[in-house]
């Protein structure tokens, strides 16, 4: 039962990116645009300009890539979550966990071949694959946290 409760969020998170995946090139770059304009205009503290316009092209990009690489962190750290509850060791569940979203990352950008104005692109595979594993790495840093502050915990129950 609690690893069906760990596997849910892991395919949210699957649905989540299948569904932006899934939107046509217009719809995607219109979306990112929005929140492009949204940050320089945060930044700038004005209205979008033309020259300014231009900053919004060259922002977008890493918008995008921004997105992307945070999407699969956060995909990387909940297949961690799962993962970590099976008893094999700590490099397996690291491996598998990485394997996995990479994987995923794979058969994502092939289904972006499908849709209307859409490419698959390596880079994208493995930008998606770092962010899972800096998500991997996080959730590591987590546990490893949680753990500390557990056995102060117990440390200091005994003492009392």
Not at 19 to 25: G, L, Q, R, T, V
Not at 26 to 54: A, M, P
Not at 92 to 106: E, N, R, V
Request: net charge positive; glycine share 4%.
């Amino acid at each position: 039962m609690k690893k069906l409760i760990f596997f849910i969020p892991v395919v949210l998170w699957m649905v989540i990116v299948f569904k932006f995946s899934n939107e046509p090139a217009d719809t995607s770059q219109l979306t990112s645009l929005n929140i492009t304009k949204k940050i320089v205009k945060i930044i700038s503290k004005n209205e979008i300009t033309d020259e300014k316009d231009e900053l919004v092209q060259r922002v977008d990009k890493i918008v995008r890539k921004t997105a992307h690489y945070t999407l699969y962190a956060i995909g990387g750290f909940l297949i961690m979550i799962y993962i970590y509850q099976y008893k094999i060791t700590e490099n397996k569940k690291i491996l598998y966990s990485i394997l996995t979203g990479s994987i995923y990352a794979c058969t994502d950008e092939i289904h972006q071949v499908f849709i209307p104005g859409r490419t698959g692109e390596i880079t994208d595979v493995c930008l998606d694959s770092l962010g899972v594993a800096t998500g991997v790495c996080v959730c590591l840093l987590a546990i490893k946290i949680i753990r500390d502050i557990k056995l102060k915990i117990n440390l200091k129950e005994k003492q009392n």
